[in-house]
Nanobody, 127 residues
């Protein structure tokens, strides 16, 4: 059984940083795609970033490029999201997700193609 457990959320002021972690249990880490999504109240869930382990390629939403960095630690089966220069509009529940397939620039942000989801961790950025 695959289980994804997020941690690292919290409240920060604008311009601050947070690092989210996602520990994966029972998931075949190699040659698969993992990503971070977020959902703010009243808004649809959106893709933030993804990491394809098969090629170490990364993908980012335009709104976070240059500020967020996705990475992984294979030895720990953990995915990270380093978030710098946070803005109030980054406030949302952040979810870790994994899929049993590859991802590309065209499909990494399609939430319905991810098979496994974590419970979410809240990020709140105040101005």
């Amino acid at each position: 059984q695959v289980q994804l457990v997020e941690s690292g959320g919290g409240s920060v002021q604008a311009g601050g940083s947070l690092r989210l972690s996602c520990a994966a249990f029972g998931y075949a880490y190699s040659s698969n795609c993992m990503g971070w999504f977020r959902q703010a109240p009243g808004k649809e869930r959106e893709g933030v970033a993804a990491f394809y382990t098969g090629s170490d390629r990364t993908y980012y939403a335009d709104s976070v490029k240059g500020r967020f960095t996705i990475s992984q630690d294979n030895a720990k089966n953990t995915l990270y999201l380093q978030m710098n220069s946070l803005k109030p509009e980054d406030t949302a529940m952040y979810y870790c997700a994994a899929r049993a397939s590859w991802c590309t620039n065209y499909n990494w942000a399609r939430s319905n193609e991810y098979n496994y989801w974590g419970q979410g961790t809240q990020v709140t950025v105040s101005s």
